[in-house]
């Protein structure tokens, strides 16, 4: 098989970038070493929530989530209809709870920049906020609510994207098991574990937490790192109270879905890439959120599950080209924010494969910041 | 280099680093750079955590708590009532009776507020905690959060996670001269050499969270604060030269004459 790019992992940043590469007429296959959306993808939240995961102050990785957001009705909108299949996007707006007197002044700071950036918010206190939210426990301070933010269900979205890359006509192998790189300086070629070849010339490398093992094939550091999130569901159908905002506070989130669950994450562990879920990190989860929703204090999670968030060293996401191999591309360590991220991701990386510059605050993101494996800090000039 | 141990409210410490566990990317870099970063007190804000079960805290439970001791601080606090009553929170939790007074009058430059702080230091003092007040680097404020039982005082260098290192090098070093608890720069540098003319001042140690937190790569940047904070310690120990106009030959100029 031979083609324009060969995308190499089918989460939701690869599925994503393999569809707007496609709708931009390259002929793209992704290779997937299990099923798509089987690992962060399908764990996510599915959480739209710029302003709430950024709180100390406007730099570029929150535009970066801001510019995704402003992304996303048009794009759920157009995988509906190249896909045809329906998932929840729901607008919801948040409210990110506090409990001391103590983090009013942190809001208000955090209100004034953000209005600037479009939040659209407001805090809320007293009768204001239970009305807002009425499950709320009676001990919260205030909220600072953000009326833009929303959620999608991350699962059935990854499915979409899938389906409408197949319905454009993305070539998609799954199950291939290890797949090894055999070639990339100047053609692509990878070789799956049954003895299929694929090439082409260009390679897009969007393996989420994995994607440090293509540190050495390619002599750059790529500093990615696992950290499991643990997360679990209860059933909410007519007889509770929905909620009506997606829920935050210091501890974690609650977000109310459509098929009538409630999700609570999630935790931040350092556990390699084991996936198992544990008794205390789902106990923790189940501790502090019936602290803010009371009634969660007579219910028990009939979901647990966990998945590996791709993390990097700076926090922030490697996105683009390689600086000594134009026709390498990386998306990947978008750690809690990947549902979010990947509109922008996609078409930055469409962008910058049909070799438009990326805008210079993009510079953030660049795959080669972090130099060349082993120029540790006291090797090289 | 010998042992340079010091002590803070009785407490004998080796490493002159305080670090405050906000902004990081994730645990897992945290941790890293805590390690890295040789220190023994961990600092956040006391609102941040779960309090109920501190353990299960989101940030506190990748800590090894025997490893450290904590330092909670009462940021968000505007007024001494307000952070009186939050560091009680704190102890009554178990968490440490440590406690940094931080007591901002303005959102925008989180400056503290000097009347205030010492209000409170007054009261917890008395109280019985271990008291280390974030204070601005004036000389006079600083000697009185002594004189009210302060176990250090932490004056900062600039405005909290802005970076520009040390405004005001003669307070500092008068604060220095003047006080006999230790003096901890709390807040506003922004890399190792801030760090290092800071030691080199003569403070006794330095809190810090933004420049290693928010660094490219968190870790390094730790094990620079450490290794700057030792390089300044050695050179205030030392006893620098004094500063010449004229240049003077180090080999002395007669070795230059040729015979
Ligand atoms: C509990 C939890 C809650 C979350 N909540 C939210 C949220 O509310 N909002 C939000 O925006 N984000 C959320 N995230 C984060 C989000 O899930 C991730 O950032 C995102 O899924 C990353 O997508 P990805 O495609 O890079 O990674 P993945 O989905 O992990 O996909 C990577 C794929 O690459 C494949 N692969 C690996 N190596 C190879 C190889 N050599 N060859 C071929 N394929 C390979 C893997 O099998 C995998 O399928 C959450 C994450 C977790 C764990």
Redesign the interface.
């Known amino acids: 098989m031979s083609g324009d790019i060969i995308v190499m992992g089918g989460g939701i940043i690869g599925l994503s970038c393999a569809l707007e590469l496609r709708r931009r007429g390259l002929n793209v296959a992704l290779l997937e070493k299990g099923p798509c959306g089987g690992q962060a993808s399908g764990a996510a939240a599915g959480m739209l929530a710029p302003y709430s995961e950024n709180v100390e102050s406007p730099d570029e990785f929150f535009r970066l989530c801001r510019e995704s957001l402003s992304l996303y009705p048009q794009w759920q909108q157009a995988v509906k209809d190249i896909s045809g299949v329906p998932f929840e996007y729901a607008e919801t707006g948040s409210l990110y709870v506090v409990r001391h007197e103590a983090d009013l002044l942190a809001l208000e700071s955090r209100l004034e920049w953000q209005r600037s950036w479009g939040s659209g918010g407001e805090i809320l206190t007293g009768s204001a906020l239970f009305d807002a939210e009425p499950g709320l426990t009676r001990e919260a301070v205030a909220a600072l609510r953000t009326p833009v933010e929303s959620h999608v269900y991350a699962p059935d979205l990854t499915e979409a994207v899938k389906r409408a890359c197949l319905a454009s006509g993305v070539q998609i192998h799954e199950h291939l098991g290890r797949i090894e790189l055999a070639e990339w300086r100047e053609r692509v070629a990878l070789w799956a574990q049954n003895g299929e070849r694929f090439e082409a010339d260009r390679l897009l490398i969007s393996t989420g937490a994995w994607v440090q093992e293509m540190s050495e094939p390619l002599g750059i550091r790529i500093p990615v790192h696992p950290i499991r999130g643990q997360i679990c569901a209860y059933t909410w159908n007519e007889e509770r109270e929905r909620l009506r905002h997606l829920v935050f506070t210091s501890q974690g989130y609650l977000v109310q879905k459509a098929n009538g669950t409630l999700v609570c994450g999630a935790s931040e562990d350092i556990a390699g890439f084991d996936t198992s879920v544990t008794e205390k990190g789902i106990r923790r989860l189940t501790e502090w959120n019936k602290q803010v929703l009371p009634v969660l204090g007579e219910v028990q999670p009939f979901h647990r599950w966990a998945g590996l968030r791709p993390a990097v060293l700076d926090g922030r996401p490697l996105i683009g080209r390689l600086d000594d191999a134009g026709h390498i591309f990386v998306a990947a360590g978008h750690y809690r924010n990947g549902i979010l991220l990947s509109p922008v991701t996609a078409a930055l990386i469409a962008d910058s494969v049909e070799g438009k510059p990326l805008p210079e605050w993009c510079g953030a993101f660049r795959p080669n910041r972090f130099g060349e494996v082993q120029a540790g800090a006291f090797s090289g000039k | 280099m010998n042992r340079d141990n010091w002590q803070v409210g009785g407490q004998e410490l080796s490493s002159r680093l305080f670090l405050g566990t906000g ?7 945290q ?1 890293e750079a805590i390690k890295a970063s040789g220190t023994e007190v961990l600092t956040f ?4 955590i ?1 309090l ?2 501190v353990e ?3 940030i506190l ?2 800590v090894e708590p025997q490893k450290y001791i904590y330092l909670p601080n ?5 007024t001494a009532d ?1 952070a009186v009553r ?1 560091a009680r929170l704190a102890r009554a939790s178990g968490l440490s009776d440590w406690v940094k007074v931080e007591i ?1 009058a303005n ?2 430059t989180l400056l503290p507020d000097p009347i205030e702080t010492l209000r409170a230091t007054e009261i917890l003092v008395k109280e019985g905690f271990t008291v280390l007040p974030y204070i601005s680097d004036d000389p006079v404020i600083c000697k009185k959060l002594e004189e009210a039982g302060a176990a250090a005082v932490m004056p900062g260098a600039a405005p909290i996670g802005t970076g520009l290192g040390i405004l005001n090098p003669y307070h500092l070093g008068l604060i220095v001269e003047e006080l006999s608890v230790p003096v901890i720069v709390d807040a506003g540098l922004g890399t190792a050499s801030d760090v290092a003319l800071a030691m080199e001042l003569g403070v006794s140690g330095i809190l810090m969270n933004t420049p290693v937190a928010k ?6 940047m730790a ?1 620079s604060m450490r290794l700057a904070i030792e390089a300044g310690r050695l050179a205030y120990l030392s006893g620098r030269i004094p500063k010449k106009k004229y240049a003077s030959a180090s080999s002395g100029l007669e070795s230059l004459v040729i015979e």
């Open positions: 902004l990081f990317p994730d645990p897992y870099v941790m804000a006391i609102r941040r779960h109920d079960s299960d805290d989101s439970q990748h009462t940021s968000g606090a505007t307000e939050i901002s959102k925008r660094a490219k790569d968190p870790v390094m094990r």
